[in-house]
């Protein structure tokens, strides 16, 4: 099976920084990632998909890149908001993994 | 509204089984792939398996940590999609989402508010 990694696992930034959380697929897959923001004690969000697809409604300051095992998901400006753990995920074949998460909080 | 809703969650002792249920609505539900996540307390996500819709013969994926144990179907008459669980281990305390990519993307666009699960004796 296709291991998901992330990197870091967690990072602390001053509001209206530029964060960038990177994933790593063990083999290729395409563009079929998933970028998803789980809030504390909250239901997981879609933020990404196609690698670089923003969903709808989704703030223009996310942005993902990659394809092929290496992909970034980047703020462009931190906001307080943006507190939180975020989820890659490849959705290529089944198992559908996701990497271990990215927790983001405010300096 | 696009909306799916769990149900069914508890405490079990291990060894024991439990059925999740997730309700379904506004959204064609037949025409689309319905998939189980979960969450351990204070972990990551796990996706657990999916189920295909009608035309790709309502084929099944699963983890490998719950294949044999876990089983996925649906009522498309019914908007509904189940979890059955089996064997249950204290390692499958979590909470259990459903997730469909309702609005055309391949990815989880919509997740349910999960229902927790606690294996424990």
């Known amino acids: 099976d296709i291991q998901m990694t992330q990197s870091p696992s967690s990072l602390s930034a001053s509001v209206g920084d530029r964060v960038t959380i990177t994933c790593r697929a063990s083999?290729?897959?395409?563009?079929?990632l998933a970028w998803y923001q789980q809030k504390p004690g909250k239901v997981p969000k879609l933020l990404i998909y196609a690698a670089s697809t923003l969903q709808s409604g989704v703030p223009s300051r996310f942005s993902g890149s990659g394809s092929g095992t290496d992909f970034t998901l980047t703020i462009s400006s931190l906001q307080p908001e943006d507190v939180a753990t975020y989820y890659c995920?490849?959705?290529?074949?089944?198992?559908?993994?996701f990497g271990p998460g990215t927790k983001v909080d405010i300096k | 509204e696009v909306q799916l809703v769990e149900s069914g969650g508890g405490l079990v002792q291990p060894g024991g089984s439990l059925r999740l249920s997730c309700a379904a609505s506004g959204f064609t539900f037949s025409d689309h792939y319905m998939d189980w996540v979960r969450q351990a307390p204070g972990k990551g996500l796990e996706w657990v398996g999916r189920?295909?819709?009608?035309?790709?013969?309502?084929?099944?994926e699963y983890a490998a940590s719950v294949k044999g144990r876990f089983t996925i179907s649906r009522d498309d008459s019914k908007n509904s999609l189940y979890l059955q669980m089996n064997s249950l281990k204290t390692e499958d305390t979590a909470v259990y989402y459903c997730?469909?990519?309702?609005?055309?993307?391949?990815?989880?666009?919509?997740w349910g508010q999960g229902t927790m699960v606690t294996v424990s004796s």
């Open positions: 995920q490849k959705y290529n074949s089944a198992p559908f993994t």
């Open positions: 083999q290729g897959i395409s563009n079929y």
């Open positions: 997730a469909v990519g309702a609005t055309g993307v391949d990815a989880f666009d919509i």
């Open positions: 189920t295909r819709n009608k035309a790709n013969s309502y084929t099944t």
